[in-house]
């Protein structure tokens, strides 16, 4: 017990509910796209979290709520998460939630390739292995006959690319912003983006009739990233990592609780081998962490 009382245990305990908000998100979006709007939920989601944020956050912030160094950089950090989330709204039409979040819980790695290109990062041969091997697994998921192949699953493949983008932008750029303004403009840009977009398939009765599913949406989306925003506050990347993975679980769980959906046998190896690259990963960071700062102590 003494272990959840430190600073590391509470960024555990936060980011084990941020990823069960985001499995929670990703269920009740794939019920609610057959009753509401894809554009009119996705404008919502954006827009609770502006309100909310701002309602939390400028009676503590007051104006530093909206100073920001890098205006280029909130404002295309917005756009790559709404095309993120979008992938993730209409890809959840199609694609069952435990498989669905298996394939996008790819994107650490995938941020770690594009790094690799455009930031000129070192990657070591152990990291590409654990990449290839997380390939094997969305392969073994997607396969041809599977449960989930069908041209739906380009939803998650340009969200794995955009999601790496927005986790390199966001590499590059950290400890520069305020997290919490950064969380207010994330869902200011995305509703501003979304507003004239959604004009097209407004329906008002839709929001009157089913507003309970707009506010769920809109609640776990702001609540999971705050969660994260809270987690990171108090532990760092390498110790938290791993345990985003239970998104995985946590996803797969409701799907079968809430749609008695349930992989076949060759998807569950294809979810657990990509689990594993990614903590693998994860713990490969810790480790050339404490290695880099025990030569930077020896020095």
Request: with cysteine; glycine share 6%; proline share 5%.
């Amino acid at each position: 017990m003494a272990f959840w009382r430190t600073q590391h245990g509470a960024g555990v305990a936060l980011i084990v509910l941020a990823t069960l908000a985001f499995a929670l998100l990703d269920t009740a979006t794939k019920y609610a796209v057959t009753l509401v709007p894809v554009l009119m939920l996705l404008w919502f989601r954006y827009a609770f979290q502006a309100v909310l944020t701002f309602a939390l956050r400028f009676p503590v912030q007051r104006r530093s709520l909206f100073s920001t160094p890098n205006p280029r950089f909130q404002t295309l950090r917005g756009v790559l998460l709404l095309i993120t989330s979008a992938c993730s709204f209409f890809g959840l039409r199609y694609l069952p939630v435990g498989e669905f979040t298996a394939m996008v819980m790819l994107s650490p790695l995938v941020a770690t390739a594009m790094a690799a290109w455009v930031l000129k990062d070192h990657v070591s041969p152990r990291r590409w292995m654990l990449m290839a091997a997380g390939l094997v697994g969305v392969l073994l998921v997607v396969r041809p006959g599977g449960q989930v192949f069908s041209w739906a699953l380009l939803f998650p493949v340009l969200l794995v690319v955009s999601y790496g983008w927005f986790q390199v932008l966001t590499s590059r750029l950290s400890g520069e912003e305020n997290p919490y303004t950064t969380h207010f403009y994330t869902g200011l840009v995305g509703a501003v983006v979304m507003s004239p977009i959604v004009v097209f398939s407004w329906r008002s009765t839709a929001l009157l009739d089913y507003w309970p599913w707009f506010v769920l949406v809109g609640f776990l989306g702001t609540f999971g990233h705050l969660m994260l925003i809270r987690a990171y506050a108090r532990a760092s990347a390498p110790v938290l990592t791993p345990y985003l993975y239970t998104q995985i679980a946590f996803a797969t769980l409701a799907g079968w609780l809430a749609f008695e959906h349930v992989p076949d046998a060759l998807a569950w190896i294809g979810i657990a081998i990509i689990a594993a690259s990614g903590v693998g990963n994860a713990l490969l960071s810790a480790h050339e962490l404490t290695k880099l700062r025990r030569t930077a102590t020896a020095a």
